[in-house]
Structure formats: structure tokens, C-alpha cells
């Protein structure tokens, strides 16, 4: 059940991260555009210039593709893992109660 709880809050962080920081950078751009609107040297320091960016990805996506598969399936046999365990379990204390019912003549 812990588990479960931490990848709910886990799952849930990263689903509301990128609608947080994107009000961070609204607010952020309101901001800065009422600094720039006051100087036009600000203004025009302020507009679009295209820079050109490394000519290679930094991290190939083929590989963060097999990271994230690689996580994938080591969490699916942990999770295989731990209902084998708990199966176990379950069958133990079943086996246990019905020798118990055994013992006591089915009363």
C-alpha cells in the first residue's frame, strides 16, 4: 500500500509540474514585459534574435527510449514480484485456518 501511495504522489507531481512552472513563467514574462514597455533601449534589447544551438542532441533519444523501458519492466517485475509474495502469504493463511478448522471438528 506505501508503495502504491508514493507512485500516486509521485505520478501526480509530475503531472501538475509542468502547468505550475508554466505559471511561474506567465507571471515571470508579465513582469519583465512591464520592465521593458518603460525604457524602448529595453525594448528593442528585449526582441527576438535567433541563436543557433548545438548541432547534436546532448542525450540521443533512442537511449532515454530504452531508460524509460529499462524502468518500465524492472517496476512490472517488482510489482510481479511482490503479488507472488503476497499470494504466498494469502495461501499460507489459508492452508493454516483450514488445518485450524480441521483440528476443531468443523465447529
Known amino acids: 500500500m506505501r508503495a502504491l ?3 500516486f504522489v509521485l505520478v501526480t507531481t509530475m503531472l501538475m509540474a509542468p502547468s505550475v512552472l508554466a ?8 513582469s519583465t514585459s512591464e520592465r521593458v514597455a518603460d525604457d524602448p533601449a529595453d525594448e528593442r534589447a528585449a526582441q527576438f534574435v535567433g541563436v543557433r544551438g548545438p548541432d ?6 533512442g537511449t532515454l527510449l530504452l531508460a524509460a523501458y529499462a524502468v518500465v519492466w524492472v517496476l512490472l517485475f ?5 503479488m507472488r509474495g503476497l499470494q504466498r502469504q494469502t495461501a499460507d493463511e489459508l492452508q493454516r485456518l483450514s488445518a485450524e478448522i480441521r483440528a476443531s471438528g468443523g465447529r
Not at 517488482?78 to 511482490?82: A, S
Open 5 to 7: 501511495t508514493v507512485a
Open 78 to 82: 517488482v510489482f510481479l514480484l511482490r
Open 56 to 61: 547534436a542532441e546532448q542525450v540521443p533519444g
Open 23 to 30: 505559471q511561474d513563467e506567465a507571471t515571470a514574462r508579465d
